[in-house]
């Protein structure tokens, strides 16, 4: 098992930053990609950035592109997701994901409120 802990939400202005963070713990040497999820009230959940844990590749969703960024610190098993240039519609609830061969996991999300 793998327990996600997000942290970093928060309100904030338009074109302001947020940096989140996602501490994982347990069976974390199963784990081999990480990643940032969002849904908005009424909306599905999207994929907003991943990385892969073998190579440190990355993916991130189109609207995201050059405003946010993911990265890993290894020694504390902890992604971040730092976030710039926000806007109104990034207003969501983010959560954090972890990949492992057969399981996925969730942390318990962390709200994140763009105001205009």
């Known amino acids: 098992q793998v327990q996600l802990v997000e942290s970093g939400g928060g309100l904030v202005q338009s074109g302001g930053s947020l940096r989140l963070s996602c501490a994982a713990s347990?069976?974390?040497?199963?784990?081999?990609?990480m990643g940032w999820y969002r849904q908005a009230p009424g909306k599905q959940r999207e994929l907003v950035a991943r990385?892969?844990?073998?190579?440190?590749?990355?993916r991130y969703a189109d609207s995201v592109k050059g405003r946010f960024t993911i990265s890993r610190d290894n020694a504390k098993n902890t992604v971040f997701l730092q976030m710039s240039s926000l806007k109104p519609e990034d207003t969501a609830v983010y959560f954090c994901?972890?990949?492992?061969?057969?399981?996925?996991?969730w942390g318990q999300g962390t709200q994140v409120t763009v105001s205009s």
């Open positions: 994901n972890a990949g492992a061969l057969y399981s996925i996991y």
């Open positions: 347990g069976s974390i040497r199963s784990i081999n990609a």
């Open positions: 990385i892969i844990f073998d190579g440190g590749s990355t």
